[in-house]
T-cell receptor
Framework: KAGVTQTPRYLIKTRGQQVTLSCSPISGHRSVSWYQQTPGQGLQFLFEYFSETQRNKGNFPGRFSGRQFSNSRSEMNVSTLELGDSALYLC????????????FGPGTRLTVL | GQQLNQSPQSMFIQEGEDVSMNCTSSSIFNTWLWYKQDPGEGPVLLIALYKAGELTSNGRLTAQFGITRKDSFLNISASIPSDVGIYFC??????????FGTGTSLTVIP
């Protein structure tokens, strides 16, 4: 069974631009969670989507948004990029039952110049 | 957001030695997960625990779900160079949001 895939793997943007990241979950998984990982803050939860609905949300500004499609693929969008948005963005998929095991993708490395 | 207390923060050990690390939380969890992450890659699931007191092994790795449901432990026996990486714990209660530890960086000296 194929694992979680994320595209692109690397991205370089400049301040003020916007970016869209994509995540395809493991087949059969209906939940996708997004995380931001930085050396100083560790893994920070952004939001979780289940059956095309945002089910949980972390403490990030409204510039960070997401959506999920009917095939469970998910996208994350960051508008008006700031230097501090440089990070490894990870998505994780699960079947979606409460406290269900999450499997991570390889991540997208975003650099904001 | 909530972060779990994971210790030690880093470890430098000789090849062949055993390793122990743990995570504690102020909240009760229903699920504990342990991951290993290599630089620039996503975390890879090592062990999943679903019941208080549960002890689960995966090769040389053994993890336990603490009976208080507020802690978990990971042991690696007979470490080898490929064990190098950062180990994370993660816990979740009744929701589907996981909270992560700050990570333990493991260096194995051949």
């Amino acid at each position: 069974k194929a694992g979680v895939t994320q595209t692109p793997r690397y991205l370089i943007k400049t301040r003020g631009q916007q970016v869209t990241l994509s995540c395809s979950p493991i087949s059969g998984h209906r939940s996708v969670s997004w995380y931001q990982q930085t050396p100083g803050q560790g893994l920070q939860f952004l939001f979780e989507y289940f059956s095309e609905t945002q089910r949980n949300k972390g403490n990030f500004p409204g510039r960070f948004s997401g959506r999920q499609f009917s095939n469970s693929r998910s996208e994350m969008n960051v508008s008006t990029l700031e230097l501090g948005d440089s990070a490894l963005y990870l998505c994780a998929s699960s079947f979606g039952q409460f406290a269900d095991t999450q499997y991570f993708g390889p991540g997208t490395r975003l650099t904001v110049l | 957001g909530q972060q779990l207390n994971q210790s030690p923060q880093s470890m430098f050990i000789q090849e062949g030695e055993d390793v122990s690390m743990n995570c504690t939380s102020s909240s009760i969890f229903n699920t504990w997960l342990w991951y290993k992450q290599d630089p620039g890659e996503g975390p890879v699931l090592l062990i999943a625990l679903y019941k208080a007191g549960e002890l689960t092994s995966n090769g040389r790795l053994t993890a336990q779900f603490g009976i208080t449901r507020k802690d978990s432990f990971l042991n690696i026996s007979a470490s080898i160079p490929s064990d190098v990486g950062i180990y994370f714990c993660a816990g979740a209660n009744t929701g589907n949001q996981f909270y992560f530890g700050t990570g333990t960086s493991l260096t194995v000296i051949p």
